[in-house]
T-cell receptor, first 117, second 110 residues
C-alpha cells in the first residue's frame, strides 16, 4: 500500500519568505508527527497530532513555525519569515494510533529538503 | 525519556552478522526499545521494537538484557544495502514522540 508522502521533495526559498510543506499520511492513520533533521544529526521532534488536534507541540522552535491538520488527514507545516538556520530536511511520520492504548509504530515519509538562501 | 548510547560507527563484512549495541542504563519499566535505520537521503525506516523479551522479525533480531540496561540489534546476514545509520530509541509508552540520538553508522563492506 501507499506510504507516507511529502511534497515538495525539495524547496529552495529566500530568507524572509513563507513556505508550506505538505504531508499525506498513510490512509487511516490517526496520528501524525513532524520532525526536522539537520545535516549530520538525528531527526528532532517538532509536533504530534492525534486526529485534528495538536497533542504535543513542544518541539516547535519558535512562533514562526505552525502546523495544521484540519480534517485529521493531510497536514501542512508552515514556516513564516524563513531564516537560513531553518534549512533542513523536514520529515513526516504517521501511525495507526498515538498513545494510550499502546504504542504504534511510526512510518516515515521521504522528507522535504528545505534550503533557505 | 531515557538516553541511549551507541558507538559512532561500525564496519561489517558482507554476509556476516552485524551486531549493533545500545546502552540505555536509565530505562524505566514502561519504556520500549525501538530501532530505526536511515539510508542516505531517505526517511527513517522502522526495524523492530521490544519491551523485555527478545524479538525477531524478517529484518532483524533484538536481544534485550535481563536488566534491560542494554540491547543488541542483530542483522543476521548483512548485505551492502544494510549500510545505513542505525538509531536505538527508548520510548515511553504514553508519549508520541521519538527522541533520536546520533546513531551508529554501519558500513557493510564487500
Amino acid at each position: 500500500g501507499a506510504g507516507v508522502s511529502q511534497t515538495p521533495s525539495n524547496k529552495v526559498t529566500e530568507k524572509g519568505k513563507y513556505v508550506e510543506l505538505r504531508c499525506d499520511p498513510i490512509s487511516g492513520h490517526t496520528a501524525l508527527y513532524w520532525y526536522r533533521q539537520s545535516l549530520g544529526q538525528g531527526p528532532e521532534f517538532l509536533i504530534y497530532f492525534q486526529g485534528t488536534g495538536a497533542a504535543d507541540d513542544s518541539g516547535l522552535p519558535n512562533d514562526r513555525f505552525f502546523a495544521v491538520r484540519p480534517e485529521g488527514s493531510v497536514s501542512t507545516l508552515k514556516i513564516q519569515r524563513t531564516e537560513r538556520g531553518d534549512s533542513a530536511v523536514y520529515l513526516c511520520a504517521s501511525s495507526s494510533q498515538g498513545t494510550g492504548t499502546g504504542l504504534s509504530t511510526q512510518y516515515f515519509g521521504p522528507g522535504t529538503r528545505l534550503l533557505v538562501l | 525519556d531515557a538516553k541511549t548510547t551507541q558507538p559512532t560507527s561500525m564496519d561489517c563484512a558482507e554476509g556476516r552478522a552485524a551486531n549493533l549495541p545500545c546502552n540505555h542504563s536509565t530505562i524505566s519499566g514502561n519504556e520500549y526499545v525501538y530501532w530505526y535505520r536511515q539510508i542516505h537521503s531517505q526517511g527513517p525506516q522502522y526495524i523492530i521494537h521490544g519491551l523485555k523479551n527478545n524479538e525477531t522479525n524478517e529484518m532483524a533480531s533484538l536481544i534485550i538484557t535481563e536488566d534491560r540496561k542494554s540491547s543488541t540489534l542483530i542483522l543476521p546476514h548483512a548485505t551492502l544495502r544494510d549500510t545505513a545509520v542505525y538509531y536505538c530509541i527508548v520510548r515511553v509508552s504514553n508519549t508520541g514522540k521519538l527522541i533520536f540520538g546520533q546513531g551508529t553508522t554501519l558500513q557493510v563492506k564487500p
